[in-house]
Each structure stands twice: as C-alpha cells, then as structure tokens.
C-alpha cells in the first residue's frame, strides 16, 4: 500500500515537468492527496493539495500562479503540472495521503499520511 511519484527529471528555468502520482494496494479516489518535497539541506515542504470531494485545491505561495495539480480517480492517480520552473524548484518531489482532506490549505507535516518513493526534479540552465 503506497503512493509513488514520478515523471521528474532535469529541465531548463523556465520549462515544464507533469508529475505523476500512482496509488498500490487502495483506491486513490478515498483520499485528498497532497504533494511536498524536500530540497538539500532543507526541511519538507508541502507544496499543493485537492480534495477527493470537491476537487478544491491549495497550493503554497511559492508555487501559486506556475503549479496545478489534478487528480484522475478512475486512473487511480494524481498529478502536479509544473510550469516556469525555477532552481528553486529543485527538490525531491513526493505524493502523499492528506489527512486534513485539503480543507485548510497546504496541510502541515502532521497531516501527512502515507506517501512513498519521491521523485527528483532539477532546474539548471
């Protein structure tokens, strides 16, 4: 039973990733499901969340206006759409249960629940 991230990789300022959110062993579309990541040397951030109800979402300011995130149940998966990526992006990217349901915002660390293998974004020119 997990989620697992992936669809990262290396791309220019500027540029674009879609991240992609698989669930194992459950059925996604119970949950809100919320991404975070962790940069070197810095503590997680918890980037964006949506809701398996009404489809609200809530993204962090640092991401507001360039990331959407989006979830097909029927596919069992989420995804985070990453537009005018910046070095300040570079981070490991991860999915996670949202305990809080994302009714609040981009929950805090004590609403995440379980996650599973993250995947790595680079922005460099």
């Known amino acids: 039973v997990q989620l697992q991230a992936s669809g990262g990789g290396m791309v220019q300022p500027g540029g674009s990733l879609r991240l992609s959110c698989a669930a194992s062993g459950f059925t996604l579309g119970y949950y809100a499901i919320l991404w975070f990541r962790q940069a070197p040397g810095k503590e997680r951030e918890g980037v964006s969340c949506?809701?398996?109800?009404?489809?609200?979402?809530n993204y962090a300011d640092s991401v507001k206006g360039r990331f959407t995130v989006s979830r097909d149940n029927a596919k069992n998966a989420a995804y985070l759409q990453m537009n005018s990526l910046q070095p300040e992006d570079t981070a490991v990217y991860y999915c996670?249960?949202?305990?809080?349901?994302?009714?609040?915002?981009?929950?805090?660390?004590?609403?995440w629940g379980m996650g599973g293998r993250g995947t790595l974004v680079t922005v460099s020119s």
């Open positions: 996670a249960t949202d305990l809080s349901g994302c009714r609040f915002g981009v929950p805090a660390s004590t609403d």
């Open positions: 949506i809701s398996n109800s009404d489809g609200r979402t």
